[in-house]
């Protein structure tokens, strides 16, 4: 996994205590990855390259389900090279346990959704209003024989571009959960007088749709079902 010199100068400039942070990295280099990890964690205050250094800790231990988790933290207000290197080892490690087949529709896929999440939400906006702006223009002003053309492709840009918005509010906003126990029943109700429709295998990737006291209500391979919150961990 990735270790960028950016992620090691914003921790020295971030972390409380130079010490701890010199510490973790030796620790790190010297391949004690478990004394690095323990390091990383005592920390009081995690920025995005902390969780990102706990991901890659995580993994050479080959605790996958941290790592994960680990990753996405480190997603959150993250400069763009950490958001990037993050979505790149939780692709990696999908991969690896077989979570994820690598096709070209799905590297499609992944690549698209990246780059939506990588982009300012106000770029986005500000796109929507000039296609507005465009089309409004045209209307009033184009008299010409290319007016219907030209309102037809700002028309077809504005609903491109006011989906990739709805898109990125949804991935935004998207609450996501990490399996941390193997084989967690996946249940009809949050009960578990419920039928089981299956297992959810261990370092999943979930979604959340809704909680119910003990239970999370929650997307897996295109089922919907309720298991029990001490079975995951949200991210």
């Avoid at 959150?76 to 993050?86: E, F, G, K, M, T």
């Avoid at 896929?109 to 045209?138: A, C, D, E, K, N």
């Avoid at 996946?186 to 990737?205: C, H, M, R, T, W």
Wanted: charged share 15%; proline share 2%; glycine share 6%.
């Amino acid at each position: 996994m990735k270790v960028w010199l950016f992620v090691l100068v914003s921790f020295s400039m971030t972390m409380h205590g130079t010490n701890d942070w010199l510490a973790g990295y030796t620790a790190y280099v010297k391949q004690d990855y478990m004394s690095a990890l323990q390091i990383y964690e005592q920390c009081p205050q995690k920025n995005a390259a902390a969780w990102y250094m706990m991901g890659n800790c995580a993994y050479k231990l080959e605790q996958y389900p941290q790592a994960l988790i680990y990753w996405h933290r480190a997603q959150r207000n993250a400069p763009v090279r950490v958001l990037i290197d993050s979505a790149y080892n939780i692709h990696t490690v999908k991969q690896e346990l077989g979570h994820m087949k690598d096709g070209f529709w799905q590297s499609m896929s992944w690549y698209s959704t990246l780059g939506v999440r990588i982009t300012p939400l106000i770029f986005l906006q500000l796109f929507v209003l000039l296609i507005w702006y465009l089309l409004f223009f045209i209307w009033w002003q184009s008299n010409d024989g290319k007016r219907r053309t030209k309102m037809v492709l700002c028309a077809m840009s504005l609903c491109i571009s006011v989906g990739l918005l709805a898109f990125k509010y949804s991935q935004d906003n998207k609450q996501i959960a990490v399996a941390i126990s193997d084989g967690a029943m996946l249940f009809a109700g949050p009960d578990e007088s419920y039928s089981s429709i299956g297992n959810v295998e261990k370092a999943s990737e979930l979604e959340i749709y809704h909680t119910r006291e003990h239970w999370y209500k929650i997307g897996f391979q295109g089922r919907r079902g309720w298991v029990r919150k001490d079975s995951v961990t949200v991210v």
